[in-house]
């Protein structure tokens, strides 16, 4: 039923910059956290950036400096606002939300968008 749709991806030169930004459909509960996970061919899938509802943010080592995670609660929307890119940088982006239930911590929802292709190259 809910579901998140990425936006943002393309073809970009080594050291420009791309925004990606992620939507989720429908009415939910704002997720606990939102987040970027990416995978490039050949190597394994790792966690990019992810922000907490109260603005709490997280970044792989190699991300930090260049990309930056940011949300909108109201509108269950997160970004990511990547510079100075590098060739490494290429992979298929993919938008995560989830939310827990109070106490327990398990999953009330944990949802992935289809993934948006960043490619970087000259």
């Known amino acids: 039923q809910v579901q998140l749709v990425e936006s943002g991806g393309g073809l970009v030169q080594p050291g420009g910059s791309l925004r990606l930004s992620c939507a989720a459909s429908?009415?939910?509960?704002?997720?606990?956290?939102m987040g970027w996970y990416r995978q490039a061919p050949g190597k394994q899938r790792e966690l990019v950036a992810a922000?907490?509802?109260?603005?709490?943010?997280n970044y792989a080592d190699s991300v930090k400096g260049r990309f930056t995670i940011s949300r909108d609660n109201a509108k269950n929307t997160v970004y990511l606002q990547m510079n100075s890119l590098k060739p490494e940088d290429t992979a298929v982006y993919y938008c995560?939300?989830?939310?827990?239930?109070?106490?327990?911590?398990?999953?009330?929802?944990?949802?992935w968008g289809q993934g948006t292709q960043v490619t970087v190259s000259s």
């Open positions: 922000i907490t509802s109260g603005g709490t943010a």
């Open positions: 429908g009415s939910i509960f704002s997720p606990n956290v």
């Open positions: 995560n939300a989830f939310r827990v239930v109070p106490i327990t911590g398990g999953y009330e929802y944990n949802y």
